[in-house]
């Protein structure tokens, strides 16, 4: 399987204050997304992104295919954005996700 | 458009019992997803189908493991002679192949605890 590490595995914000999530991965993929779980355990979609830059609205993902990294900012955090970011990546588009063990996010006021 | 949804939200079952989950994908999504969360980690995964055909099984999904998905539309996961390592979130996902922009979409996932 490919192995997915994310960081860091915790995080503590003020709100207002800026973040960088990082996601290394060990193989060429060909899809990678970017979930926020929320505290009752749903996954929520936030990027696809397997190349390339996207922003929506105060998120913003960078994926770098050829050197196995992609990268998530959080600007201006606020107390909703806590939670656990995953990132899941697919060797082959349509099968299974493999998950990095996430980046527990608190925001506090 | 509505969502993957699953159920139960919520199971609490005896060591040895027999338990069923269902998960009904997006409408025209033509493959479905099981994966599996303990505390403190990421999903991993169970199984996949393409419409009726399940495709891939993980090394997880042990012999007590069980998916069906008849008619390609919903799905169940039974679990049989639940043992304490079961309890988990068990997550639902679907999504459409081919299409240029893929993505898989989760369902809020049935948490089983298992005394």
């Known amino acids: 399987g490919i192995q997915v590490e994310q960081s860091p595995p915790d995080l503590i914000l003020q709100e207002g204050a800026n973040s960088t999530l990082r996601c290394n991965f060990s193989?060429?993929?060909?899809?990678l997304q970017w979930f926020h779980q929320n505290p009752w355990g749903q996954l929520i979609n936030l990027f696809y992104i397997p190349s390339g830059t996207k922003q929506n609205g105060r998120l913003s993902a960078t994926t770098v295919a050829t050197e196995r990294y992609s990268l998530l900012y959080i600007s201006s955090s606020q107390t909703t954005d806590s939670g656990v970011y995953f990132c899941?990546?697919?060797?082959?588009?349509?099968?299974?996700?493999?998950f990095g063990t996430g980046t527990s996010l608190t925001v506090i006021p | 458009d509505t969502g993957v949804s699953q159920d139960p939200r919520h199971k609490i079952t005896k060591r040895g019992q027999n338990v069923t989950f269902r998960c009904d994908p997006i409408s025209e999504h033509n493959r479905l997803y099981w994966y599996r969360q303990t505390l403190g980690q990421g999903p991993e995964f169970l199984t996949y189908f393409q419409n009726e055909a399940q495709l891939e099984k993980s090394r997880l999904l042990s012999d007590r493991f069980s998916a069906e998905r008849p008619k390609g539309s919903f799905s169940t996961l039974e679990i049989q002679r639940t043992e304490q390592g079961d309890s988990a979130m068990y997550l639902c996902?679907?999504?459409?192949?081919?299409?240029?922009?893929?993505?898989?979409?989760f369902g809020p996932g049935t948490r089983l605890t298992v005394t």
């Open positions: 193989d060429s993929v060909n899809n």
């Open positions: 899941a990546v697919e060797r082959y588009t349509g099968n299974q996700f493999y």
């Open positions: 996902a679907s999504s459409l192949v081919p299409v240029v922009v893929y993505e898989q979409y």
